[in-house]
């Protein structure tokens, strides 16, 4: 239930491209979703958000797609560069009584052919 | 602006050995957490703390410990270390957690702890 399930594990993309990573939710008590990105030997760090009443976020060449009532959501990297490479973890924050916590996926690895 | 600071970066421990790993941050943050990274699994929440004094148990909080004596500080202890526990463990703190409030999580470098 308190799971996020992310696909794919890992994703070669071609220069120029588009890059395409998605993720799944059973809780619906979840309710802020940002996505991650970590370069080798670093922590993560805050790459985009959204929020559950807004089905779509863009931010620059990152876009967030969110479909509520799939429980689906979903990060897209247009005209991907080599250095876009990196590991990208989906995340949803739980705010209930007594519980506080971001819980994330399982990670993307991407690389981004030049 | 140090941000999140982690110490050690590296360890490597004998089994039954024990351990404590420091987290400290300067944004006076309240919320404070303590997870792992291995390979396929992602990032597993092990336990989190909520605001000084207080400590909470996340998914994998079996033969880990916790203390949140300061504000800007979140230990995370190993009593007797096992190879099980080899992993890179990651803290964040964050100054509210959901979509009301300011809620990025600032990670550190992370800690690669080998136990052998």
């Known amino acids: 239930q308190q799971q996020v399930k992310q696909s794919p594990q890992s994703l070669i993309v071609q220069k120029g491209g588009i890059s395409i990573i998605n993720c799944a939710y059973e809780?619906?008590?979840?309710?802020?979703f940002p996505w991650y990105q970590q370069f080798p030997g670093k922590g993560p760090a805050l790459l985009i958000a959204?929020?559950?009443?807004?089905s779509e976020k863009k931010e620059g060449r990152f876009t967030i797609s969110f479909n509520k009532s799939a429980k689906q959501f979903s990060l897209h990297i247009m005209d991907s560069q080599p250095g876009d490479s990196a590991t990208y973890f989906c995340?949803?924050?739980?705010?209930?009584?007594?519980?506080?916590?971001?819980?994330f996926g399982t990670g993307t690895r991407l690389k981004v052919l030049a | 602006n140090a941000g999140v600071t982690q110490t050690p970066k590296f360890r490597v421990l004998k089994t039954g050995q024990s351990m404590t790993l420091l987290c400290a941050q300067d944004?006076?943050?309240?919320?404070m957490y303590w997870y792992r990274q291995d390979p396929g699994m992602g990032l597993r929440l092990i336990h989190y703390?909520?605001?000084?004094?207080?400590?909470a148990k996340g998914e994998v909080p079996d033969g880990y410990n916790v203390s949140r004596l300061k504000k800007q500080n979140f230990l995370l202890g190993l009593e007797s270390a096992a190879p099980s526990q080899t992993s890179v463990y990651f803290c964040?703190?964050?100054?509210?957690?959901?979509?009301?409030?300011?809620?990025?999580?600032?990670f550190g470098q992370g800690t690669r702890l080998t136990v052998v």
């Open positions: 964040a703190s964050s100054y509210s957690i959901g979509y009301l409030m300011n809620t990025e999580a600032f």
């Open positions: 809780n619906t008590a979840f309710d802020y």
């Open positions: 959204i929020r559950p009443d807004v």
């Open positions: 995340a949803a924050s739980l705010r209930t009584s007594g519980t506080y916590k971001y819980i």
């Open positions: 944004m006076n943050h309240e919320y």
């Open positions: 703390s909520v605001g000084e004094g207080t400590t």
